[in-house]
């Protein structure tokens, strides 16, 4: 079993800056793929960024530049550093880990971008 636990979500104005985290723990085997997806209201859940554990990342076109999507592979957490925030990133954001086992998903942390 797969526990995955985000944080960092919160209220922050427009143009500022939020950094998430998932920690993961439990039967992580290497290789494997983190990625962060969000959802916002009304919207079906869309993938924001991917990481591979050989480094290989990739991001959406919405976020691309602006957001960054790293790791620690010791400490199986996930991270998301997210600058010049937009309303539209209103969402909540959820970590996913892939595994040879299964795919398994975080509790979700609230992201609102608002003045």
């Known amino acids: 079993q797969v526990q995955l636990v985000e944080s960092g979500g919160g209220l922050v104005q427009p143009g500022g800056s939020l950094r998430l985290s998932c920690a993961a723990s439990?039967?992580?085997?290497?290789?494997?793929?983190m990625a962060w997806y969000r959802q916002a209201p009304g919207k079906q859940r869309e993938l924001v960024a991917a990481?591979?554990?050989?480094?290989?990342?990739g991001y959406s076109d919405s976020v691309k530049d602006r957001f960054t999507i790293s790791r620690d592979n010791a400490k199986n957490t996930l991270y998301l550093q997210m600058n010049s925030l937009k309303p539209e990133d209103t969402a909540v954001y959820y970590c996913?880990?892939?595994?040879?086992?299964?795919?398994?998903w975080g509790q979700g942390t609230q992201v609102t971008v608002s003045s």
């Open positions: 439990g039967s992580i085997s290497s290789p494997y793929v």
């Open positions: 990481s591979s554990s050989g480094g290989t990342t």
């Open positions: 996913n880990v892939n595994l040879p086992i299964g795919s398994y």
